[in-house]
């Protein structure tokens, strides 16, 4: 029998176990549950409605945890009444296209369940998203046109497009639009205010520049004006963007009274915050990828909460380095060299467990065929470079791992793109898969190679922002998720 883990945050809970409202469960505790007969196995549970599905079907069985406890501080779609009313979503629709096709889907079906919520309360729904970088001009090559098939036939209906997402044809196919109707607005980076960037490189004096960037704010609150006319009620659900204080994700929200999260959003602070509010121990924290410079802030935020570290990738070379070991060819950034010094006496002062690989996968060029062979802790010779943890590191590190709790994982053990190096990282994922922790896995590199290693339903929470999942990790305050309405 294959085991799968049921984690459902306190949104999801409420939301599709509503016999165990506001009480953390066993699985034991499923027995209540209707069609429940003791062995039954629930797959996967981003969507409620997938789970009441299984549990009718009554399909096979296994482990469950399933945590009620809310820790969300923001309003959700739940806390309002969207009956009647037009909602204005900004979405993370930056789907990867091949002429003009979408390859991937992901990012669409992420935030189905948050939009058929809002259309099945009686809304209507306006969308909006940006696209890929088009320098702040329209460029058909950023359309959000693909989207709308591939939209229409998930919610099976046919959504409307609006070709400009502000100007009079907006206005007016968001002042018709009937409850349970849809509308997308093209691509808002088409707009240079709606990220609010301006290019200061040919101005000369202090003066200038400042009065470029004052006149553009007053352009960016003006177009986030606009958009807010489209709707009565503004809902987040593009957790990849709350990291930035652009006019659909900041701005915007100035212009409502209500500013809600959706149903990813919430799902995003709530697996984030409990792990760096109060997670359950053992906290195990895996840091890898290339630099430690890009992950400073997330180790330092994260020393004083977990148990053990284990760091990766190449980063860990510069750790070798501050411990005097031989690194080779290897990453290291001498700058940084410093730094681990200091994080690896932290850890120690604060009675962290900081554990570097103990072995690596050495090759002699950073190519997918150059020569490989496997070394001991110190034996990584000059024209060698450490490309992967070694086998001994993998064991080493799963054991850490198959008695976590909570783990956080951000950033791969080796360089997973080219097989030679990719045993590290997808070890590491089935160590992650094969415990009943709640797992979180977040930056766009580690999120990949779970999604390569085909274990991706096994774990917790899968981000979908890589820099914005970075920045709550690093307990920075996002402009995005600070903007919406208070709980009460
Ligand atoms: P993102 O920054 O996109 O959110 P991430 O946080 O998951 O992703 P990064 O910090 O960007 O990860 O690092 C990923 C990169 O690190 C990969 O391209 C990988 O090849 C590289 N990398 C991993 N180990 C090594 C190593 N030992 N030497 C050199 N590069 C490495």
């Known amino acids: ?6 984690s459902l945050s306190g949104c999801n809970m409420l939301e599709c176990l509503p016999a165990f409202k506001g009480r953390r469960a066993s699985y034991r505790n499923l027995s209540g549950l209707p069609g429940w007969e003791g062995k039954q196995k629930i797959r996967l549970y981003e969507n409620c409605n997938k789970i009441y599905k299984l549990f009718n079907r009554r399909t096979v069985a296994c482990n469950v945890e399933i945590r009620s406890d809310r ?51 009686g809304a209507s ?13 329209p460029d058909s090559k950023y359309s959000l046109k693909p989207v709308v098939g591939v939209l229409s036939d998930l919610l099976g209906i046919t959504v409307k497009f609006a070709d400009d997402c502000v100007g009079e044809d907006a206005q007016n196919l968001a002042a018709d639009l009937q409850p349970g109707e849809v509308l997308l607005l093209e691509n808002l980076r088409f707009y240079p205010e709606e990220e609010g960037k301006v290019d200061v490189s040919g101005l000369t004096s202090d003066a200038e520049k400042q009065a470029a960037k004052s006149e553009m704010k007053e352009r960016q609150k003006t177009f986030a004006a606009t958009l807010a006319g489209l709707g009565d009620i503004y809902v987040s659900e593009a957790f990849g963007t709350v990291h930035r204080a652009h006019a659909s994700t900041a701005v915007v929200t100035g212009f409502f009274e ?9 799902r995003e602070i709530d697996y984030l915050s409990r792990a760096i509010t109060n997670p359950e121990h053992p906290f195990v924290a895996i840091i890898g990828g290339a630099k430690i410079s890009s992950k400073i802030d997330v180790i330092t935020n994260l020393i004083d909460l977990v148990d053990v570290l284990l760091i990766g990738g190449g980063m860990a070379y510069t750790f070798y380095r501050a411990k005097n070991l031989p690194v080779g060819n290897s990453l290291v950034e001498q700058d940084k060299i410093e730094v681990a010094a200091e994080i690896m006496e932290r850890a120690e002062k604060a009675g962290v467990s900081l554990l570097l690989p103990v072995d690596h996968i050495v090759a002699d060029a950073f190519r997918e065929d150059a ?10 010779e000059e024209g060698w470079m450490a490309l992967d943890i070694g086998p001994r590191s993998v064991q080493k590190f799963a054991e850490a791992i198959s008695r976590a ?34 797992s979180i896995i977040g930056g766009g590199d580690s999120v990949s190679a779970v999604n390569k290693s085909g274990l991706a339903s096994k ?30």
């Not at 029998?1 to 049921?6: E, K, N, P, T």
């Not at 296209?97 to 935030?111: E, F, K, M, N, Y």
């Not at 729904?125 to 001009?137: D, F, V």
């Not at 209500?258 to 919430?266: H, M, N, Q, T």
């Open 1 to 6: 029998m294959s085991r799968a883990r049921l």
């Open 71 to 121: 820790v969300m501080k923001k309003k959700t779609i739940r806390d309002v009444c969207l009956k009647g009313k037009k909602v204005l979503m900004r979405v993370d629709f930056n789907v990867p296209l091949q002429d003009g096709i979408i390859t991937d889907d992901t990012r669409i079906t992420a935030a189905l369940p948050g939009i058929k919520y809002v259309l099945a309360q």
């Open 125 to 137: 729904l306006i969308l909006m998203s940006h696209l890929g970088r088009p320098k702040g001009k």
């Open 258 to 266: 209500e500013r809600v999260a959706g149903f990813l959003l919430e």
């Open 371 to 380: 020569k490989t062979k496997t070394v001991e802790e110190s034996g990584i």
């Open 405 to 438: 709790k909570t783990v956080v994982w951000n950033g791969p053990m080796g360089c997973f793109e080219m097989a030679p190096f990719a045993n590290g990282t997808m070890s590491i994922a089935q160590a992650i898969a094969e415990t009943d922790c709640v």
């Open 459 to 488: 774990m917790s929470h899968i981000s979908t922002g890589g820099g914005a999942s970075l920045e709550f990790l690093e307990g920075k305050e996002l402009p995005g998720i600070a903007a919406l309405s208070d709980a009460v």
